[in-house]
Every structure is written in structure tokens, then in C-alpha cells.
DNA sequence: CGCCAGGTATGAT
DNA sequence: ATCATACATGGC
């Protein structure tokens, strides 16, 4: 159809193409060749692109841009505030000068806690490759190539076996209790949306496989709950570096978007971690002589 | 071959 | 309650 041929354009400001969709936070988006982003968001297939402080999307309707793929973005919140707000603290302003195009954004509730139930103990690069692979073996193909991120009730009626071709290991069987659970109404996330965090963490931690960080990650992406710092191996360090004696408690509604600067800038520029860095959960191997 | 990757379930103190 | 370990898989 015509409507969704048509390039929209706006001017955007603190907001990165890389930055946003290639930090630790989603897992469906890929630059093309030319940098052109594409990605799914619900059963939109939109391609995005910057040039200078000009943000251009392709293959949405005008409509849909506004209702769905703004809001996803975060583009309808006001980052030059909270930056300035956030630029108080000197690491966190450090963090900011990193990577000033980070936004956290708002995604569907259920794929943000199936996707981070993939991401325990394991690395961004093959979480990508199973979450496409699970959209392709049990998604709608809502447009050539394009699949929707399945529904729990898909997961739920699915076995480790069928799950084989995802090789997401010993993660299938809690992608499957994943979806039974929520797929019951077991775990409900629309109730867990209306509940207090503790509440809904522990709604969430009803499922197998979903622990304090998986559920802190659905609650974040997912919720919307800015308030949480997902505590990864990352944040640790992050904290253990930066905050010996705590977050900034000014900052605490907004600690999860702070969150997202400070996990990128740790992850990507571990020097600035400092000895820290070094000393945080080694693993000491134990050689136990075999 | 051994360690790591946005951890969690499990069984032993 | 706290703690070590196994867990699937792929990359280096």
C-alpha cells in the first residue's frame, strides 16, 4: 500500500540510531550496509535512518508513526531535561558525553521478559540469533520475511523438541513455562502492570528461569518501571567503580534510565571502570585435578 | 582446551 | 539465608 511507501522526517535531538537499538536493550534491530536500521516493532517493519539531526522512516504509515513507533522510541519524552537533570551527578554525566544518543525504549511487555529470559548467561550477539529464530519458527509472517514476535500462547503449546532449531539450550524449557504461565493467566501482566514493583517482580518471578534480573529487565523495557537498575555483572561493577556508597537518591525515580548511559559506558569502555574493573567477581578456577 | 556471555535453579552448608 | 556449581551454545 501507498501510505506505508512514504518517508516521514522529524528532527530529533539526544537520540542515536547505534546508540538506542545497539545497547544491551532489544534485540531485533540490524543495520543494513548503509546504516539504515531495520527492525519489527509489534507488525510494523520500519526502516530508520539518520542524516545529521534528521530522522527518516520508511515503510510506516503516518498514522502508526505517531500511535506506535514514537512512543517506542521514546521520542515523546523530553531526554534534553532529564540529560540536564542526570548531569548533576559527574559520572553520569561522563556517561552522557559517552553516548548522549541513548534512549531507553518502551517495548511490548511480553517480548521484553521472553527475550531477557534468553539473555541470562549469554551474549548479545547469539540472543539476536535466537530471538529470530523464534520469531521465524512460531511468529506471523505479517509481511515478506517480516514475523511477529510470537504470542505466549504459541510458547505455551510448544516442546523442548520444536524448540530444538531456536538452539537456545536449557532456555527453551523456560521459554515454554514462560508462555504456559502467562498464557493461563498463572502469571498476568496486565495485572503485574497495575501492581507495585516489588509486587510485579514477584509475579514475574513466578515463571522458571525468571530471576531479580530478568524480571528487573522485563519491569524496565517492558513497564516502564525507570526506577530499576537490572543489577548484572556490568552494573556491579558499575556501582562497585562509581557509587561505593550508593545511587544518587535525587536521581532514584530515573535510576533505570540512568541505568542504560551507565551500563553502555562500563560495557563499552571498561578502562573507565578503573581497577574495579579487575577486581570484580573473578571467578577463581578451582582445577579440582580431574 | 578453557573462559566468557546483561543469570538462575538446585542442592549443600 | 547464603554459596558453589551445573547448565546449552558459540566465539575466541
Known sequence: ????????????????????????????????????WHGVVGQLAPVLWMEGDTLTCEGVGEEDYHQILRPYLALDEDYPSIQRRFSQDAVLAQAIAYAPGIRVLRQDRWEALASFIISQNNNVRRIQGIVDRLCMLLGEEFAPGCYTFPRPQQLAAATVEELAPLQAGYRARYLIDAGQKVAQGIVSLEEAATLPT???????????GVGQKVADCALLYGFARDELIPMDVWMKRVMAAFYPNGFPSELADQAGIAQQYLFHYGRTCPEALGPAFWTQNKKQKNPASK
Open 1 to 36: 500500500m501507498s501510505s506505508t511507501q512514504m518517508l516521514i522526517r522529524e528532527q530529533v535531538e539526544c537520540f542515536s540510531l547505534p546508540q538506542t537499538l545497539d545497547c544491551g536493550q532489544c534485540f531485533r534491530w540490524r543495520p543494513d550496509d548503509a546504516g539504515r
Open 198 to 208: 516489588p509486587e510485579a517482580r514477584e509475579q514475574l518471578m513466578a515463571i522458571c
